[in-house]
């Protein structure tokens, strides 16, 4: 049997009352199938499994997942405001400004998901706005096998003897932005002064092989060894390690990044109690010992049980990093602008 351990105590935690809605038999729910914009892959068959599922059995509620991008979500949300074609939105940090400036999220509190008592601080980066599941964070990758000596920073990407072996983000993906913003810091700017991360990241460009907006795309490269060195998530490297690959996860000197993934109620849906279930179901229930143990995310609650192996790989930072997502927000477009015309 393997040994487990907690990344966080809460004898308290366990002792949560538990509405109604969740421990009745009663199918309630029967009728009722949530419509929930995906992530896809791994992550839409872990809730399935570890929400969607515990549920079925509970209150007889259903979910279907439509993959997608968050931004795609909003805008089906808002034109169709009377008749939302979704339930619940799945959104990380960074597209949670867009989905309180299109105010179509309602709050949720304690007194209607009672879970949220376990959730740890920090972890609820928008007052009562979205229900965090997990938080990754953006590490350096690095490829032990090719490169000479290890890296240490994202600056030295820049290395002559990583010529054509460096991947890249757009500003189109979070990680590019979080990349940027951890640059400027580090050079005496930051997102109100972001020319530093420009310059910096220009000093990186004569060695980028690859520029991509796509997670699946630097994984590919990152393990079929076309790519030596990157940013990436936490818990992709860890998926790359548990599959013998030999990819190091190093916190960039500059500082580490990290997001939290939140599912929000939709403002319109028919079945609020149902996403207050759900929601419920997300914090209380298998998911996050299951997402942390699959991915490496930190969990968003406290008493989350993590088999050791993972927990011994699991990113720990020394130096976390904390993103105004909502200033980012005013900045990012005219930001994908010039990283368009500066380095495509």
């Not at 259903?62 to 968050?70: D, H, L, V």
């Amino acid at each position: 049997m393997k040994r487990r351990q907690f990344l966080t105590l809460s004898a308290a935690a366990s002792a949560l009352a538990f509405p109604a809605i969740l421990t009745a038999q009663d199918k309630r729910f029967a009728e009722v199938t949530l419509r929930i914009n995906g992530y896809g892959g791994d992550w839409d068959r872990i809730m399935q499994e570890q929400i969607v599922h515990p549920l079925e059995r509970k209150t007889g509620l259903k979910a279907t997942f439509t993959p997608g991008t968050a931004a795609v979500a909003i805008a089906k949300v808002l034109a169709a405001t009377d008749d939302p074609p979704f339930d619940i939105l799945m959104v990380d940090s960074p597209g949670m400004p867009a989905v309180l400036k299109a105010q179509v999220a309602k709050p949720v509190t304690p007194a209607e998901v009672p879970g949220l008592s376990k959730v740890l601080p920090g972890m609820r980066e928008f007052g009562d706005f979205g229900v965090p599941l997990g938080s990754p964070s953006v590490v350096l990758a690095c490829n032990t096998s090719r490169n000479r000596r290890p890296l240490t920073s994202f600056a030295e990407m820049a290395r002559p003897d990583l010529k054509d072996r460096v991947g890249m983000f757009t500003l189109e993906h979070d990680i590019g932005v979080q990349q940027l913003v951890a640059m400027a810091e580090a050079n005496g700017g930051g997102v109100d002064k972001i020319d530093p991360g420009f310059v910096a990241l220009a000093q990186i460009k004569p060695n980028v092989a690859t520029l991509t907006s796509s997670t699946v795309n630097m994984l590919q490269l990152l393990e079929q060894e076309e790519v030596w060195a990157a940013p990436f998530w936490d818990g992709r490297v860890i998926s790359l390690q548990k599959a013998g690959k030999p990819i190091a996860m190093i916190e960039p000197a500059e500082g580490a990044c990290s997001i939290v993934s939140y599912i929000n109620l939709v403002k319109g849906t028919k079945h609020t109690e149902a996403v207050h279930a759900f929601m419920q179901e997300s914090l209380t229930g298998g998911f996050s010992e299951a997402l942390a143990s699959f991915f490496g995310y930190r969990p968003s609650v406290s008493g989350v049980e993590i088999p050791s192996d993972v927990a011994e790989r699991m990113y720990k930072p020394k130096q976390q990093k904390h993103v105004d997502w909502t200033k980012v927000a005013q900045y990012r477009a005219d930001w994908l602008t010039r990283f368009n015309k500066e380095f495509r």
